[in-house]
């Protein structure tokens, strides 16, 4: 599960999907976490970038609902009615990450670690997304991670408490950007929902700076 990531810059994302719509006004955070506005690339425009709430916001729901819609289970995303009409829909999207952050407790206590490429380029993380459109602002656009079981994945097995199962979003291979995003039918969409190889990521910890009184 990944509640908290570093998305790349506006020149980054363009520079690595080479997108043909400059998008010099869009801005934000420097480091996302549920609720928050953050870019992705959709099969809706993937000439460029949305702005979009971290945690998918259905027609019906609340934007509050963002804080516990960040990640869908791959399993259940059919089924969960807060995902099931965008994944059915097919509304697939490509989330840019600089890295991702997950809670390691291998001191006894949660340490939070950061998790990038080896090579520090920035990469694509698989998702859904949604649109509002009575809505004005972030929540018009909202999109969740996709993750799958990673008990058996050696550099994600270390994340989150020992009893809990272990879960990774998915990491997408460059050369299945395009093939992600023009998946037409689920058989087709869930071949690209895999682990991606251990040696390709690297992690450390990178606790949170205390916050000042």
């Not at 999907?17 to 955070?29: F, G, K, V």
């Not at 609720?35 to 690339?41: Q, R, S, V």
Request: aromatic share 12%; with cysteine; proline share 9%.
């Amino acid at each position: 599960m990944c509640a908290n990531y570093l998305p790349p810059s506006v020149k980054e994302i363009e520079r690595l999907w080479e997108l043909r719509h400059h998008t010099p006004d869009l801005s934000w955070p420097a480091e996302t976490w549920p609720g928050y506005g953050a870019p992705f690339l959709s099969n809706f425009d993937s000439s460029s970038l949305t702005l979009g709430s971290f945690g998918l916001v259905p027609q019906w729901a609340e934007p509050k609902l963002a804080r516990s819609t960040y990640n869908a289970r791959a399993e259940t995303v059919g089924d969960k009615p807060s995902y099931r009409n965008a994944w059915k829909q097919r509304q697939l999207c490509i989330i840019p990450a600089l890295a991702i952050y997950e809670p390691n407790y291998e001191t006894g206590k949660a340490v939070r670690w950061r998790i990038e490429r080896a090579d520090k380029q920035p990469f694509g993380i698989a998702g859904i997304w949604e649109r509002r459109l009575k809505d004005k602002g972030v929540s018009r656009w909202s999109f969740t991670m996709l993750t799958i079981n990673a008990d058996d994945h050696p550099l994600m097995q270390r994340f989150h408490k020992p009893e809990d199962e272990k879960r990774s979003v998915v990491i997408l291979d460059p050369d299945a950007y395009q093939g992600w995003l023009q998946a037409r039918s689920e058989a087709e969409a869930r071949s690209y929902l895999q682990l991606f190889e251990p040696e390709l990521m690297q992690a450390s910890p990178e606790p949170l700076a205390p916050r000042r009184k």
